[in-house]
């Protein structure tokens, strides 16, 4: 079933970390059979640390070349370097630091303290996406991007009715008022996340049912940012039993 949304049920958020660290890091492997790099995009969220921690408990993990693999992140929140906020501090914490990575592979937004603002911050990421640019995009063809959902619907730092979600003409926004803390954030923008290969949503937790129930019956991305999601050939929704329970019966395929 290519490019289609499909909705793959774990008993509980242990069994969703491990199993879609083990999808991973098969993914990974097969890619590298056929392309020389992956480019994977991560994110924050407490599903997202979850599974690279998974990835890394994974004695599999070893099997790959990660010299070859280059990690970015969706979004940004605009703190110090090194806070314990920063998604990019709990993506090295939980696997990066463990890896043998080229410094030059690990692509963070720009950090609060770097000096630049947080409009240029924006503008130093775009460039630096477009780097890597491909296909004739100003930005990589993504391999794979990791996305947890909020309760809201939000992805990366694209929030319910707010002009995040529509821009369409940059690759990457400041935030600001962010309804999440902290206020001021750095997102990917929807035209980049869709033109990536496969996006993959982790999702966990009865708080995300109704969210999740929206996109998948149709609800506009204005009002759940999630539903305007969709990769070129896959998008999985990888959840555990408690956020599945408004997903409709048809669209689930369980992984117990
Ligand atoms: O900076 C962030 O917080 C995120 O990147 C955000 O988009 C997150 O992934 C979702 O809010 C889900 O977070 P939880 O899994 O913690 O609910």
Do not use: C
């Not at 592979?105 to 603002?117: E, I, K, M, N, R």
């Amino acid at each position: 079933m290519t490019n289609e949304r499909r909705v793959l049920v774990h008993p509980d958020k242990s069994a969703l970390a491990g199993s879609v660290a083990a999808r991973f890091i098969t993914k990974v492997l097969d890619l590298l059979d056929v392309q020389e790099t992956v480019h994977v995009v991560l994110t924050g969220g407490s599903m997202g640390g979850a599974v690279l921690e998974a990835v890394r408990n994974s004695p599999a993990h070893t099997s790959i070349d990660w010299s070859r693999v280059h990690f970015w992140w969706g979004d940004e929140r605009w703190v110090p370097d090194g806070d314990a906020e920063r998604n990019d501090r709990q993506s090295r914490e939980a696997l990066l630091d463990s890896l043998d990575l080229p410094e030059g592979h690990v692509h963070p937004f720009p950090a609060s303290d770097s000096g630049l603002s947080l409009d240029d911050a924006a503008t130093a990421y775009a460039n630096e996406l477009a780097r890597f640019g491909m296909d004739g995009l100003p930005h990589p063809v993504f391999d794979i991007v990791f996305l947890g959902v909020g309760p809201d619907g939000h992805i990366a730092s694209l929030f319910p009715h707010r002009s995040g979600i529509q821009v369409v003409d940059r690759p990457v926004i400041a935030v600001r008022q962010s309804p999440k803390p902290p206020p001021e954030r750095l997102s990917l923008t929807r035209p980049v996340i869709n033109a990536s290969q496969r996006v993959w949503l982790v999702l966990a937790g009865a708080d995300k049912a109704s969210a999740l129930g929206l996109a998948l019956a149709g609800a506009s991305r204005d009002e759940v940012p999630v539903a305007g999601i969709k990769g070129r050939r896959r998008t999985v929704f990888f959840v555990d039993r408690d956020a599945a329970a408004e997903v409709p019966e048809a669209l689930i395929a369980r992984d117990y």
